[in-house]
């Protein structure tokens, strides 16, 4: 299933849409191979212009495309299913970016045997460190997840996780990043209270966070132990940690994580 073979339609180019389209261009995907489509007009001719793609309607993405990145806002996908729905063949590989939907809400909508890929990727694709999690609808193959993986591996890293895991993925990866950017957002404050100026403690906190994510990727080492390195017996760390305890970070970041997963599961029962 070469890259070469397969014409990609990104329906509904939005931000995550967008993503998925300036990802396969800088992985090499031939740009007459890509086709997106947008709601407004102005939004469709920006689209154009910056990656020199064809933006076309709806029906058209599906009557040329082997491939139908489905990325429209949740919300959405009804209606436009409503559209495409009938005139998708069964041969079509569909993949979904919709938050919180599973495949059996295409499946409904499209021929029976239509292939669904559910894809819940976040962010730091622009930067090609993405954490794309992959899963397979009830008439997706191995070689149509092979195919996902191939369009999402050059934006970051990749993983296949059972369909039923996609909510808990969501809250995790999904929306993680923000965590980190709040947790950062807080740490700089911080320094500002401590007497820095704010840009001596941004560089600090992001150099220092950006060190630290490094190395829980390739020292192979359990965050306990690199954590434990850090914090030596009556020093400044474990005060720290101390008080991250009395304030309950941990319980925190367990019950906003159970929050998000219970409203991505929320979405996908007010789309159905």
């Given at each position: 299933?070469?890259?070469?073979r397969?014409?990609?339609?990104v329906?509904?180019?939005?931000?995550?849409?967008?993503?998925?389209?300036?990802?396969?261009?800088?992985?090499?995907?031939?740009?007459?191979?890509?086709l997106?489509?947008?709601?407004?007009?102005?939004?469709?001719?920006?689209?154009?212009?910056?990656?020199?793609?064809?933006?076309?309607?709806?029906?058209?993405?599906?009557?040329?495309?082997?491939?139908?990145?489905?990325?429209?806002?949740?919300?959405?996908?009804?209606?436009?299913?409503?559209?495409?729905?009938?005139?998708?063949?069964?041969?079509?590989?569909?993949?979904?970016?919709?938050?919180?939907l599973?495949?059996?809400f295409?499946?409904?909508?499209?021929?029976?045997?239509?292939?669904?890929?559910?894809?819940?990727?976040?962010?730091?694709a622009?930067?090609?460190?993405?954490?794309?999690?992959?899963?397979?609808?009830?008439?997706?193959?191995?070689?149509?997840?092979?195919?996902?993986?191939?369009?999402?591996?050059?934006?970051?890293?990749?993983?296949?996780?059972?369909?039923?895991?996609?909510?808990?993925?969501?809250?995790?990866?999904?929306?993680?990043?923000?965590?980190?950017?709040l947790l950062?957002?807080?740490?700089?404050d911080?320094?500002?209270?401590?007497?820095?100026?704010?840009?001596?403690?941004?560089?600090l906190?992001?150099?220092?966070?950006?060190?630290?994510?490094?190395?829980?990727?390739?020292?192979?080492?359990?965050?306990?132990?690199?954590?434990?390195?850090?914090?030596?017996?009556?020093?400044?760390?474990?005060s720290?940690?101390?008080?991250?305890?009395?304030?309950?970070?941990?319980?925190?970041?367990?019950?906003?994580?159970?929050?998000?997963?219970?409203?991505?599961?929320?979405?996908?029962?007010?789309?159905?």
């Amino acid at each position: 299933m070469g890259s070469a073979r397969h014409t990609v339609a990104v329906i509904g180019a939005g931000k995550i849409g967008e993503l998925v389209l300036s990802g396969l261009l800088r992985s090499g995907w031939p740009a007459q191979r890509l086709l997106a489509t947008a709601r407004r007009p102005v939004r469709a001719e920006e689209l154009a212009t910056r990656y020199g793609v064809r933006v076309v309607d709806n029906l058209t993405a599906v009557d040329e495309a082997a491939v139908l990145a489905i990325a429209v806002k949740p919300q959405d996908a009804g209606v436009l299913l409503d559209e495409i729905g009938p005139k998708v063949p069964a041969d079509k590989l569909v993949v979904s970016l919709c938050a919180g939907l599973p495949t059996s809400f295409f499946s409904r909508r499209l021929p029976e045997g239509t292939p669904v890929v559910r894809v819940m990727t976040n962010t730091p694709a622009l930067v090609d460190q993405a954490m794309s999690a992959i899963s397979a609808g009830a008439h997706a193959t191995g070689e149509h997840l092979a195919l996902a993986e191939e369009m999402f591996a050059p934006l970051g890293a990749t993983l296949r996780v059972p369909e039923s895991q996609q909510d808990a993925v969501t809250a995790l990866s999904g929306s993680g990043p923000a965590y980190f950017y709040l947790l950062v957002e807080a740490m700089i404050d911080a320094g500002i209270l401590l007497g820095l100026p704010r840009q001596v403690a941004h560089e600090l906190i992001v150099q220092t966070a950006i060190g630290s994510a490094v190395m829980l990727r390739d020292s192979g080492e359990h965050p306990v132990k690199l954590r434990e390195a850090v914090t030596s017996p009556a020093g400044t760390t474990i005060s720290a940690v101390r008080e991250l305890e009395k304030h309950g970070v941990r319980a925190a970041l367990l019950a906003a994580l159970e929050a998000a997963r219970d409203r991505a599961r929320e979405l996908a029962a007010q789309a159905d």
